[in-house]
């Protein structure tokens, strides 16, 4: 009677063993299962992190290009306002000696309460002729750079200051010379006027804007003189005289230059087709 006993002993050990390791089973699995999603996770966040950071520095550039494409803008902004501010000195300058010089030579005549005034000269004038040469000077660059032909002829400060003489040097005849009547003058200093744009300029544009701009001039001096501001001694050309609109071109193309030399260190957009 005791192997019997013994073998039902036994066999309850093992049943009870077996049982043990069914319930172990399942819990082994699980750990293993979560071990597994651990080292998923873990290897996605690894994963995703390179991505992470090739989009962060695929963003960086545009951002990079973002600021230097505004510090560029910042700075032409810049160069335009301290250009247009020196042409606009250079052309009051330019206004107050040559319109002294047509009043003292009584070429032009301003009411009597004008002359008293500060350099014997209307007000508006200065500022005028200042806003004109900032224009002027501005748009000749641009138009060099819209038809694709940058102007390379005599670009040095030294070129331009003798174009300065010599527009001075064609007012200044204006007012001292005597013909017997204005056409000889008139086509003297378009001779002149013409001279001027070959030895300094020599531009398809820059003749085509001294053209325009004389041609403008003209028009906005007859309409000011037909309304009484001021006027014309011997008018010979309707209410003004003839050799206005040479005097008109040669300090366009005068102003041009200016422009031109202080756009120098502008970079040239290059012309599209």
Known sequence: MEKPVSRTEDHTWSCSCTARRRQRTPLGGSATGLAAKVGEMLSSSVSSSPL????????NPSSSNLGSGTSSSLNLSRDVVQRSLVLFVVGTFL???LNLLQIQRNVTLFPEEVISTIFSSAWWVPPCCGTAA???GLLYPCIDSHLGEPHKFKREWASVMRCIAVFVGINHASAKLDFANNI???????ALSLGLWWTFDRSRSGLGLGIT???VATLITQFLVYNGVYQYTSPDFLYIR?????IFFSGGVTVGNIGRQLAMGVPEKPHSD
């Open 52 to 59: 992470k950071l090739v989009s962060h520095s695929m963003r």
């Open 242 to 246: 003839s050799w206005l609109p040479c």
């Open 95 to 97: 206004a107050l000696v």
């Open 134 to 136: 900032a224009v002027i």
């Open 184 to 190: 000889q003058l008139s086509l003297t200093l378009a």
């Open 213 to 215: 701009i004389a041609f």
